[in-house]
């Protein structure tokens, strides 16, 4: 669980030995990772975790969206600062976090939205983020109309107080098992999208996972929770499908 000299226990997971499909790009003032199909109008923002827009492990999500036939970019929304390393000093996870606010992202996100439509010709949008990107999910969908669909991974809850002006609709995944996010303060989610929220929505809890299960554990190596991890991307991807 969370404790003062590891506020945030959000281990790496599986790293993946991952070589990716896409190329890097310079987008404004940042950069980013894409993955395009052959031929589509249809892309996908892809916001990344604490450790950075070049972990294999949210590339491989990129690519596997671009196999679905969505332009996916992963642009670095940390604006060149340093994302989180494994080995870093826990105690100051609290003020590396306080310089990379997941709800201010707008100057990010309008580079982006601009690039997609100027220089990639896509006319249907979405977003995914996980971890941190769950939570800047959330802003996102709630500030550009354009995005169709939202898919927040495993974001923290709290500080949700306006999570229902959503725009369209947006899908969340959560762990049953995961200490970051106690599955009260999801029920609570759902409570207050239930009274307010006026666009479709899901909250799904998946049985006996923890954080990060779907984009950092390896189906290969984790034989108990493949089913989980594959059920989740194959929701993920529905949820787009379904609305983008």
Not at 25 to 36: F, S, W
Request: aromatic share 12%; proline share 6%; with cysteine.
């Amino acid at each position: 669980m969370a404790n003062e000299s590891r506020p945030c226990p959000c281990g790496i997971g599986d790293r993946f030995d991952y070589e990716d499909c896409g190329q890097e790009v310079q987008v404004e003032h940042i950069e980013a990772y894409v993955c395009k199909p052959a031929s589509t109008d249809k892309a996908v923002i892809v916001i990344h975790d604490i450790f950075g827009w070049q972990l294999p492990n949210t590339r491989y999500m990129a690519d596997m969206l671009a196999a679905n036939g969505y332009i996916a970019i992963c642009p670095d929304f940390f604006a060149g600062k340093e994302p989180w390393k494994p080995s870093d000093d826990w105690s100051k996870f609290d003020d590396w976090l306080k310089t990379r606010d997941a709800r201010k992202i707008n100057k990010e996100a309008d580079a982006v939205l601009k690039y997609l439509k100027e220089q990639c010709g896509a006319k249907k949008l979405g977003v995914v983020g996980f971890c941190w990107g769950g939570v800047a999910v959330r802003h996102p969908m709630m500030t550009y109309p354009e995005l169709k669909a939202g898919v927040s991974l495993y974001g923290l809850i709290k500080d949700a107080d306006n999570i229902s002006n959503l725009l369209n609709p947006t899908f969340f995944i959560f762990a049953e098992k995961d200490d970051i996010i106690p599955l009260h303060q999801v029920t609570l989610l759902e409570q207050k999208l239930k009274k307010n929220c006026k666009v479709d929505y899901e909250v799904k809890i998946y049985p006996g996972q923890t954080h990060g299960f779907v984009h950092r554990k390896r189906e290969d190596i984790n034989p108990q929770d493949k089913p989980y991890i594959e059920e989740g991307r194959k929701d993920m991807i529905n949820w787009l499908n379904k609305y983008v």
